[in-house]
């Protein structure tokens, strides 16, 4: 069974950061796709970043030139590097992975989410 575990998330001060971590443990044959998406309340959940490997990013325009997304070298880790944080990056950060399970098997998996609050 694969399982996508979160950490990182906290309480900052605008201006400050945080990095997000997600590790996938499991029966992980191999990774396509690891992103970062954020839902705040009220708010439909969105895309934040992702990479596809071997290694190309996306970002949302809101984000660019201020968070990062890399993998470890086993891309089975997905990191998120925050900076400069905004109030308005307050949200439930979730991760997420396309992961090959088995020959031919693949799916979608989410971590189950971590909080950050950025105050004013």
């Known amino acids: 069974q694969v399982q996508l575990v979160e950490s990182g998330g906290g309480s900052v001060q605008a201006g400050g950061s945080l990095r997000l971590s997600c590790a996938a443990s499991?029966?992980?044959?191999?990774?396509?796709?690891m992103g970062w998406y954020r839902q705040a309340p009220g708010k439909q959940r969105e895309l934040v970043a992702t990479?596809?490997?071997?290694?190309?990013?996306n970002y949302a325009d809101s984000v660019k030139g201020r968070f990062t997304i890399s993998t470890n070298n086993a891309w089975n880790t997905v990191y998120l590097q925050m900076n400069s944080l905004k109030p308005e990056d307050t949200a439930v950060y979730y991760c997420?992975?396309?992961?090959?399970?088995?020959?031919?098997?693949?799916?979608?998996?989410w971590g189950q989410g971590t909080q950050v609050t950025v105050s004013s």
């Open positions: 997420n992975a396309d992961i090959v399970y088995g020959p031919g098997s693949k799916s979608d998996y």
């Open positions: 990479i596809t490997y071997p290694g190309s990013t």
């Open positions: 499991g029966s992980v044959f191999g990774i396509n796709v």
